[in-house]
């Protein structure tokens, strides 16, 4: 009688344990492979209709009263919401990705997120956004592939604002001041207009951040149209 | 655990290993769509902004 039980107790608790390992080979799989796959559909369909709202161009952004300013850049964004599009030809001309408003879990599945007090693009200060180095689309995938003089456009429904990359950090995750107005100068009144993009680093981990510098070449209004050499893909182009 | 399972499956073994085929997928999709996305937020590696204080 007690033998009985106690194959049954031994049966029941690998039967348990086995079932926990083939979860957490699942929870791999879904992490590592899945979230790609969901994050790619969902990134597509953002770029797709911020493309279609940037067709209906000529009109002044959100917040702009009258488009006064010839300089005119987005001021207030809802939370959540796509407000851009980062092209990066180092990673194919044809790559885009969505810039969201916000740094939360969710709104990183979606696109990249943009720092909420950070300046938008164009501006004087720190546009600064994050990006997933691996999974959920993984859009900075190969952000240490960057070399100084790459160009970054981010695309916004009245401007087409040019960036070229300055210089990279490795930095731990307390290290705020990347993505201060005057990057890794705390406190400074900025005069120009800086671009901070931060994935995770090393790949597959959360220990440090691999941070990317950009400074301001050109903005350039939707209308005038972009010129083709800014993105032509430099030699080693990875994708 | 599953010995029991599969005598509770009606039906000859062909009919109780689809069923038991069924049931896996089942359990594979309410993973994938509820249960996994609910829990990443809170894994350690799944932190990708800088920010003060402790990293989530």
Redesign the interface.
């Known amino acids: 009688m007690m033998r009985g039980a106690w194959r049954w107790a031994v049966?029941?608790t690998g039967?348990?344990l086995i079932t926990l390992g083939l979860?957490l080979f699942?929870?791999a799989a879904?992490?590592l492979w899945?979230?790609d796959v969901t994050s790619n559909r969902s990134q597509a369909s953002e770029i797709q209709a911020l493309e279609k709202g940037f067709v209906s161009a000529g009109l002044p952004e959100r917040g702009i009263p009258g488009g006064a300013d010839p300089r005119a850049t987005l001021t207030k964004v809802p939370f959540g919401q796509a407000f851009a599009i980062v092209r990066i030809p180092r990673f194919g001309a044809d790559y885009a990705r969505p810039v969201l408003q916000g740094?939360d879990?969710d709104t990183?599945t979606r696109g990249m997120?943009h720092?909420p007090g950070t300046a938008f693009p164009g501006q004087v200060g720190n546009f600064a956004f994050?990006?997933?180095?691996t999974?959920y689309g993984r859009p900075l995938h190969n952000i240490d592939r960057l070399r100084k003089g790459d160009i970054i456009v981010v695309e916004t429904k009245a401007r087409y604002v040019v960036y070229a990359v300055d210089r990279h950090v490795i930095?731990?995750?307390?290290?705020?001041e990347?993505?201060d107005p005057v990057p890794q100068h705390p406190g400074a009144k900025p005069k120009e207009a800086w671009m901070t993009m931060?994935?995770?680093h090393p790949k597959?981990?959360?220990r440090e951040?691999f941070?990317v510098f950009a400074r301001l070449v050109k903005s350039i209004p939707r209308a005038s149209g972009l010129p083709a050499s800014f993105m032509a893909e430099p030699v080693g182009t990875v994708r | 655990?599953?010995?029991p399972l599969w005598r509770l499956l009606p039906g000859p073994w062909p009919v109780k290993a689809l069923l038991a085929l069924i049931l896996v997928f089942v359990v594979?999709v309410v993973?994938?769509l509820w249960i996994?996305p609910a829990i990443?937020?809170y894994?350690?590696?799944?932190?990708?902004?800088?920010?003060?204080?402790?990293?989530r």
């Open positions: 049966r029941v039967e348990v979860l699942l929870f879904w992490q899945w979230t740094t879990h990183l997120g720092y994050a990006g997933h180095r999974t930095v731990t995750p307390d290290h705020v990347v993505i931060t994935a995770c597959f981990s959360a951040r941070v | 655990m599953y010995g594979v993973c994938f996994f990443a937020p894994m350690p590696f799944n932190s990708y902004s800088v920010q003060t204080g402790t990293s």
